[in-house]
């Protein structure tokens, strides 16, 4: 569907979050801002649309107005920033296609909103302007939300190589809302290590609405936090590259139910896991520091996919690999908790991995705080593992590290602290598929499944979450992911 050049609607005043979903506090007007952006001489608001363009395929070019896309389907073009003060909202049902060439990315700066709010039959999608057949990860930037919440290093510029930066003071912040959103094919490595990820949120604050939310085949993360205190629900990570969580710089956000399935041809180089978790990078004793928990997780790691044949030959790329400077590399663990993260995890089920948990105390001091019951792993269940535990980042053996630089391991101990550490919480179990009842091609227990009466929500860490019996994602008759997901986006008719 073709869209004629819209005319912006003038700046409103945003209010203070009083809802969860912060809503704009006002209906947008007809009137138009004419305005233009003194920052330097890039564009404004009014020229944010080109027909059914949205801007103009330069890295700066910035919304200050408030604007509505109407349900259709629009080209992204170049770099498009949501300056501080303004909005946007996008209508149930609409496509945006990433433009390859110019990189395209959309992203929300502190003080900006992103109302992306479609429904359960009519989600709105983010994804390659590629005809069906030829989409590959990384075709396009991706999603950036920056705000105004708490992270461990004050302020920090967004990874990826856009000039925004993130974070403050408010962990209500509000950068608006994204439910029943799928983003797909993105992460563009614009440098070597400077992906941006699926969807980035740095330093996002409570106030933002994060649920019912897909990225498939992200050319680096699916999903990574920078701070903030933004809690999400009903996540999707299909076929990413690099981690499927990855959590940083003090995130304290809350996840509850959410599902990562790997393609066993896509790994990257630097070794991929389902959640990869720091304090900071040089696991410095910084606060906040990252604090985030989970429930109700279903990680289905390579060993699990059907394509899967050895370990020696299943990084292949197939026919995703997009020969864009992204190197491959090996699928490590389920869980990958380093560098003084405290992240807790419960009620969680991690099938298929080469590695069920690495506790690594490289840099920092993550064993201490497992000890201490800061890092918490509990009622979650590691199935089909190759080994239960590793302590050494790239090492796949279950020994208990000695000294990392020498690479040498405890000789008086039998296993890992990473193995020793998950055996001893409470609820914890490494199983067989066949044990815990888990049917790996539709990701639910199947009928008597021990993961069906298996949860707890006994620890103080999980107040505020739903309490429901089940370990993992679902509860063996409802599918969350039923009419707004998209397994197939390679031939998915756009």
């Not at 663990?333 to 991690?350: E, Q």
Request: hydrophobic share 35%; proline share 4%.
């Amino acid at each position: 569907m073709k869209r004629n050049l819209f005319n912006l609607m003038a700046i409103v005043a945003i209010a203070g979050a009083t809802l969860v979903a912060c809503q704009p506090t006002q209906e947008p007007t007809n009137e138009t801002n004419r305005n233009w952006s003194e920052d330097g001489g890039l564009r404004a608001a009014d020229n944010l649309l080109f027909g059914d363009t949205i801007g103009n395929g330069d890295d700066e070019f910035v919304f200050t107005g408030t604007q509505t896309l109407k349900k259709g389907k629009y080209l992204l073009r170049g770099w498009v920033y949501i300056a501080d003060g303004a909005t946007l909202t996008i209508e149930p049902g609409t496509v945006i296609l990433g433009d390859k060439d110019t990189k395209a990315s959309l992203i929300v700066e502190r003080g900006g909103k992103l109302y992306a709010k479609g429904t359960a039959s009519e989600p709105i999608v983010f994804t390659s302007e590629q005809p069906k057949g030829q989409r590959r990860p990384g075709d396009w930037g991706g999603l950036i939300l920056c705000g105004r919440a708490n992270n461990n290093q004050t302020e920090q510029q967004i990874e990826g190589g856009p000039r925004s930066k993130h974070g403050g003071n408010d962990n209500a912040d509000c950068s608006g809302a994204l439910s029943y959103v799928r983003v797909e094919f993105a992460g563009y490595p614009f440098q070597t290590d400077k992906e941006i990820n699926g969807i980035t949120l740095g330093s996002v604050g409570s106030s933002t609405q994060i649920d019912h939310v897909q990225v498939s085949y992200s050319n680096d993360d699916s999903f990574e936090w920078f701070g903030g205190a933004v809690n999400c629900q009903y996540l999707v990570a299909y076929h990413g590259w690099d981690d499927d969580f990855d959590t940083d710089n003090g995130f304290s956000g809350h996840v509850q139910f959410g599902l990562s399935v790997r393609n066993s041809r896509l790994a990257d180089v630097s070794q991929s896991n389902g959640f990869e978790s720091d304090n900071c990078a040089d696991g410095a004793s910084v606060s906040p520091y990252t604090t985030c928990v989970f429930s109700n997780m279903t990680f289905i790691g390579p060993k699990a996919d059907a394509q899967f044949q050895n370990d020696a030959d299943y990084i292949n790329g197939g026919d995703f690999f997009p020969n864009n400077g992204s190197s491959l590399g090996k699928f490590q663990a389920g869980m990958h908790l380093r560098r003084n993260t405290r992240l807790c995890c419960f009620n969680s089920v991690f099938a298929g991995w080469p590695i069920g948990i690495i506790v690594d105390n490289e840099k920092g001091n993550s064993w201490q705080a497992a000890k201490d019951g800061l890092l918490q792993v509990q009622n979650t269940w590691i199935v089909d593992a190759d080994i239960l535990g590793s302590d050494m980042n790239k090492l796949y053996k279950d020994s208990c590290a000695l000294d990392y630089d020498a690479k040498t391991f405890d000789p008086s101990k039998p296993y890992s602290f990473s193995h020793e550490f998950f055996l001893a919480q409470s609820g914890n179990r490494q199983a067989t598929a066949a044990e815990a009842l888990l049917n790996l091609s539709n990701y639910m227990p199947q009928s008597g499944s021990p993961l069906l009466n298996a949860a707890a929500f006994t620890a103080s860490a999980l107040n505020g979450f739903e309490p429901v019996a089940y370990v993992g994602a679902f509860d063996g008759n409802n599918d969350w992911t039923k009419g707004w997901t998209n397994f197939d986006p390679q031939n998915t008719d756009y």
